[in-house]
């Protein structure tokens, strides 16, 4: 890169930077409501969040601070363990986010980068349309003047707005509706920033709205103070590393998402075990001094790739803006109306109410149960619960796929070197004295007994038969029930003279046959690289006669 164009790549950075800082403080004080947690938890995280990452992350976007579902997860935690005294949430809050971090640190250090993928896409894509709907929920309390709501139970949520809908203060409702239309209004006008705008209008207008009712953010006491957590009581120590583990995954799925999608669409590399410490060290940080947790959340990192960021240079002006404002205009920032914290966070959740998400998994007919599942999880169970029960309900899809039993006979197409399902394929002929057999699943203890009863049956089904041919290459690995289920199934096909052999061997699997030195396969009946190999070999030297099936 030559002089000028890292000249220009500076400025963009710095740019980029002074622009997302207005943005992701107002953002970070809302998002503290959301955990029930006084307004510095969350500039603090954003502030440990944004140098943590531009200091030590990979990712030329990501933007790491405290994220809406983080929240949620942190506040529903902080109830069922330290009920509603904000004093006690606030303490187990910083345990929950210490622990979250060495849950990220220790994940790192054992090189579990691909840990994101426990939670499917349709999970996350349900879970997220379900949590949006349960914060925005929660945010109108704030919004219209409602008694604060409890708990995170969508029916119970709404039949108590319903009960309290007499107690809406108007000058509330007012503010936090004209927020909220300006918001959508500046989101048609992409070069109006929307939340500076209603923000600053808010601030203006915060004298008046206070004389009538409408509460303010109040008092930001940023002394970052280290202090050691208060560690969990009898009894709450399984239940806070759950809450922890819950903050892993949410929080390394959102960040994984957010940068790997940002890597591909740039053609940059992605390093997830590095991206696990670091989040690691942020999360570890951010507990000491009383933050929120915090993550590459999605919203953050597309607004720091729109304002033109070029490298992590941004992240780093982001925090270093962080600090100015705080410094310079803190006393404003306390004057932000309630209300107009409130009309952002549902303006940011917002975009994912978009059914459109779901499009794709309704086109392609796959996955539709579990995005749905996902979002009744949510919604009728709470938060927390219903993420653990929909990645539980994916898991589960996927062991019940896995553990079918699905075998396919393949044929010659066309006197060519393919072979393929001849039920598919009516058209591909099976060689004489042959049948060649291929598993549609890797085979594991859940299936490897189904499928070997499924390839007796073919074997019964057929007369004259003098060789099976078993086409492994969807596993790419074999259990010990696996193996024990091929040596049963290669004696009962020896016990009518019938000969067995294996093609498309993997490597490791190949090996771990050999290691096994199963009686009834020869070494010889492993050297298949290809199902023509099989069957050339059977041609060459057919078996001996004997008794068929």
């Excluded at 086109?363 to 579990?370: A, E, G, S, V, Y």
Aim: aromatic fraction near 6%; include cysteine.
């Amino acid at each position: 890169m030559n002089a000028t164009a890292a000249s220009s790549s500076r400025i963009a950075d710095v740019l980029a930077g002074l622009a997302i800082a207005g943005l992701l403080v107002p953002e970070a004080v809302a998002y503290s409501g959301i955990a029930g947690m006084p307004p510095q938890a969350g500039v603090i995280a954003l502030f440990i969040g944004l140098i943590c990452y531009g200091l030590l992350g990979r990712s030329r976007f990501a933007i790491v601070s405290s994220t809406s579902s983080s929240a949620a997860v942190l506040a529903a935690g902080t109830l069922a363990l330290a009920g509603g005294a904000v004093a006690a949430r606030v303490a187990i809050a910083a345990t929950l986010v210490l622990f979250g971090g060495i849950c990220f640190l220790i994940a790192g250090f054992a090189r579990l980068g691909s840990l994101s993928n426990l939670i499917a896409r349709p999970v996350l894509r349900g879970y997220t349309f379900g949590l949006a709907i349960v914060i925005a929920l929660k945010q109108l309390p704030h919004l219209g003047g409602w008694p604060d709501l409890h708990g995170d139970f969508l029916p119970l949520l709404v039949a108590e707005l319903v009960r309290t809908s007499n107690q809406v203060n108007a000058f509330i409702l007012m503010t936090g509706v004209l927020a909220l239309a300006l918001l959508f209004v500046c989101e048609r006008a992409k070069r109006l920033p929307g939340s500076l705008l209603v923000i600053a209008l808010g601030v203006i207008a915060s004298g008046w709205l206070e004389a009538h009712g409408v509460p303010l953010t109040g008092t930001i006491n940023l002394h970052m103070t280290l202090a050691m957590p208060t560690w969990p009581a009898n009894g709450q120590w399984l239940p806070s590393v759950e809450l922890a583990a819950a903050l892993l995954l949410i929080l390394y799925a959102e960040s994984y998402s957010s940068i790997r999608g940002f890597a591909l669409k740039h053609n940059d590399p992605v390093q997830p075990n590095r991206d696990l410490l670091v989040l690691g060290v942020a999360n570890v940080l951010c507990g000491l001094f009383h933050g929120m947790p915090v993550g590459a959340g999605y919203s953050g990192t597309s607004a720091n790739e729109a304002a033109g960021a070029q490298s992590r240079l941004a992240g780093l002006i982001a925090g270093a803006s962080v600090l100015l404002m705080v410094a310079l205009l803190l006393r404003w920032i306390e004057r932000i109306p309630l209300a107009v914290l409130a009309a952002i966070v549902i303006h940011a959740v917002s975009k994912s109410w978009r059914v459109s998400v779901f499009k794709p998994y309704l086109q392609w007919k796959r996955d539709r149960l579990i995005a749905l599942a996902a979002v009744v999880a949510v919604l009728s169970l709470g938060i927390l619960n219903g993420l653990l029960v929909a990645i539980a309900f994916s898991l589960i899809m996927l062991l019940r796929q896995l553990a079918a039993a699905r075998l396919s006979v393949l044929g010659r197409l066309a006197d060519g070197h393919d072979f393929i399902d001849v039920e598919r394929h009516p058209d591909a002929v099976q060689p004489p004295g042959l049948l060649i057999l291929r598993p549609e699943e890797p085979l594991f203890f859940a299936n490897a007994e189904s499928v070997m009863a499924l390839a007796r049956q073919q074997v019964e089904q057929r007369t004259g038969l003098k060789q099976v041919i078993l086409s492994l290459e969807e596993s790419p690995d074999l259990d010990s029930t696996s193996l024990e289920a091929l040596g049963d199934f290669a004696s009962w096909l020896q016990s009518r003279s019938v000969i067995l052999r294996v093609a498309r061997l993997k490597d490791e699997t190949r090996a771990l046959l050999l290691r096994a030195n199963l009686p009834q396969l020869s070494p010889q009946a492993l050297n298949n690289w290809s199902v023509e190999d099989a069957v050339s070999a059977f041609t060459a030297t057919p078996p001996p006669t004997g008794n068929h099936a």
